[in-house]
Nanobody, 114 residues
Framework: QVQLVESGGGLVQPGGSLRLSCAVS????????MGWYRQAPGKERELVAG??????NYADSVKGRFTISRDNAKNTVYLQMNSLKPEDTAVYYC?????????WGQGTQVTVSS
């Protein structure tokens, strides 16, 4: 069983920044697929940013503003979010794929509002 714990969410004004962290309970050195998803009220969960075999990909809505990264030494995945907009408001979830299994964190709320 792999556990993921997200942190770093909160309330931020439009144009502000936040960095989300996802602490993973096992070594992430050999995890090739990981990502950040979000779900806004009344909407489906969507992929925001992902890493697959060393390559990153982003939703069009966040390109140039969000950056996903990993620190293998700390078993942590990050999502740096800049130039935040009200439409970025959502619960953000970390995801890793280990073998045939998908693991999710509990989510962290991000609210962008003045």
């Amino acid at each position: 069983q792999v556990q993921l714990v997200e942190s770093g969410g909160g309330l931020v004004q439009p144009g502000g920044s936040l960095r989300l962290s996802c602490a993973v309970s096992k070594s992430i050195f050999d995890i090739n697929v990981m990502g950040w998803y979000r779900q806004a009220p009344g909407k489906e969960r969507e992929l925001v940013a992902g890493i697959m075999s060393g390559r990153t990909n982003y939703a069009d809505s966040v390109k140039g503003r969000f950056t996903i990264s990993r620190d293998n030494a700390k078993n942590t995945v990050y999502l740096q979010m800049n130039s935040l907009k009200p439409e970025d408001t959502a619960v953000y979830y970390c995801n890793v794929v280990v073998g045939r299994y998908n693991y999710w964190g509990q989510g962290t709320q991000v609210t962008v509002s003045s």
